[in-house]
């Protein structure tokens, strides 16, 4: 009995917890939270500028590691002041090797018939 509850308990990963971020100098963002060690991958995901409504994160990024770096041009236009949300999901599957670009990889877990965990806490970072 004991292991059917624990089973249905776990059908999702837990929520990464601890996520802390920084705009880089260069206008990156770097992403860091605690590690799930169950799971395999984890899903960004952030809207544009100010958008503080977790439904209206529309671009996603996908990792292995319990770190993620989005490149300054992937960035959505920051001014001065401007704040950003991040959150990020676990999943217990990777995407397939062969998807190239992690934007696929993100879409073939998102789209899929997988279940990530719950969206951590928002990450909110403002642009200096």
Not at 109 to 114: E, N, P, S, W
């Given at each position: ?16 917890q ?7 100098e260069?206008?990156?963002?770097k ?26 994160a529309?671009?996603m ?7 993620w770096?989005?490149?300054a ?5 920051l001014?001065?002041?401007?704040e950003?949300y ?10 397939p090797?062969?998807?190239?670009t ?15 965990s719950?969206?951590s806490?928002?990450a ?5």
């Amino acid at each position: 009995m004991y292991s059917k509850i624990l089973q249905k308990k776990r059908e999702h990963p837990n929520a990464p917890q601890m996520v802390t971020g920084v705009i880089n100098e260069d206008g990156s963002i770097k992403l860091d939270w605690d590690l799930d060690p169950n799971a395999q991958a984890y899903l960004t995901h952030y809207g544009e500028a100010n958008e503080s409504d977790p439904h209206n994160a529309k671009f996603m990024g996908y990792t292995e590691t319990n770190s993620w770096t989005l490149s300054a041009e992937n960035v959505p236009t920051l001014t001065t002041g401007d704040e950003i949300y991040l959150y990020v999901q676990a999943y217990f599957e990777k995407a397939p090797a062969d998807i190239e670009t992690d934007v696929d990889k993100a879409a073939y877990l998102h789209d899929g018939d997988f279940t990530g965990s719950p969206w951590s806490e928002a990450a909110i970072l403002t642009k200096d």
